[in-house]
């Protein structure tokens, strides 16, 4: 803990740090909340330099578009006491790097404001949904080509698949002809895979800031208000599609079941939980959609989910490289759980336009 409390000593804070400890629940990077004495709390980071190889570039993402945010927030009188704010160091950087090569950052820690990580309610969703349709609404206007692509083709599905169909050729794990049926699904979907990166590249639909990692927990919420407060792990900040983001929400927060769910039945896609999203979302950023990302917001959610159950499948293929495993299969597993919702998506995909465009502003 003195190796940390020295580390937090090097960056532009209010008091004197005392404690140093681990907080939430973060797979990539090492979290740690700053107890102090006379001062605010701080969250400090180590950046895992091993996924997120340009420090530099990915810092500067970070301070550009909380700077925008804040800006924003101030200029319109809003809430600039719970927006994520980088710390500097004393010596003007965004970063500290320790003698190890240790890459760490602080950010204020934002009071009263929780995340969930558990299953949502539709009301905790719909809160969720509130809180990235204002992050989106604070950078519009934003330049996207001013920030790094910081995970190269990250949702560049077609660069996806084209790794899906190596990994079956390669077939490094012996696997492939165990799981021919799910090959198989993706397969048959593969037109899926060009729309909406066609779309982004001929300007049919505007290339955004978008956050790339929407999940409930990356949104905290004030309980006692009822409240969003503030989007957080902004890692993955770069130019992308808002469909993107909107679609991965509901991959993740409109499933019943696990995403590693072994028991398919227990996995269904909820309607109702997409609703509750839909109203949140739009009621903060709708006016200012294009009429081709209102069409596609649908179809979003069952592009997400696709290429994520695509994903799990090809680490599955090459022998689990990428994603974390804790038993045998599971990875396909994961695959299945996606697959299973991206069935009853596109068995209801009208439906869900139909919502979409009922709560458009």
Do not use: W
Request: aromatic residues 10%; glycine residues 8%; contains cysteine.
């Amino acid at each position: 803990m003195d190796k940390l409390i020295n580390v937090v000593s090097n960056f532009q804070i209010e008091g004197d740090p005392v404690a140093v400890n681990r907080y939430g629940c973060g797979h990539i990077n090492d979290t740690y909340l700053v107890e102090n004495k006379g001062g605010p709390r701080y969250i400090l980071q180590r950046i895992n330099h091993n996924v997120f190889k340009d420090v530099n570039g990915l810092m500067e993402n970070i301070v550009r578009v909380t700077g925008h945010i804040y800006e924003r927030l101030k200029r319109d009188g809003g809430d600039v006491e719970h927006a994520l704010r980088v710390i500097k160091t004393k010596n003007g950087k965004d970063f500290f790097q320790d003698e190890e090569s240790n890459y760490y950052r602080l950010y204020n820690f934002i009071e009263g404001a929780v995340s969930i990580e558990r299953r949502a309610t539709p009301e905790e969703f719909r809160l969720s949904a509130e809180g990235f349709g204002r992050f989106q609404k604070m950078l519009d206007g934003f330049n996207a080509d001013k920030l790094h692509e910081t995970i190269k083709d990250f949702h560049n599905t077609r660069v996806r698949y084209d790794s899906f169909l190596k990994a079956i050729e390669e077939n490094r794990a012996g696997r492939r002809e165990s799981v021919a049926e799910e090959i198989r699904f993706f397969v048959e979907r593969k037109e899926y895979c060009g729309k909406i990166v066609d779309m982004l590249g001929n300007g049919e639909m505007p290339i955004r800031v978008t956050h790339n990692d929407t999940k409930l927990n990356n949104v905290l919420i004030n309980i006692e208000e009822m409240k969003a407060s503030t989007v957080i792990d902004l890692d993955t900040v770069m130019p992308g599609s808002i469909v993107y983001d909107f679609g991965d929400s509901i991959r993740s927060g409109a499933n019943t079941g696990a995403e590693d769910e072994k028991e398919l039945e227990k996995v269904s896609f909820s309607l109702e939980l997409f609703e509750s999203y839909v109203k949140g979302f739009l009621k903060e950023v709708g006016e200012r959609l294009t009429e081709s990302e209102k069409e596609n917001l649908a179809f979003g959610a069952i592009l997400m989910t696709y290429e994520c159950g695509m994903r799990f499948l090809t680490d599955h293929l090459n022998g689990d490289l990428y994603f974390k495993i804790h038993r045998e299969n599971h990875n396909l597993d994961r695959a299945k759980t996606q697959m299973k919702m991206v069935t009853e998506m596109e068995g209801l995909l009208g439906r869900m336009k139909e919502i979409v465009k009922g709560n458009c502003i």
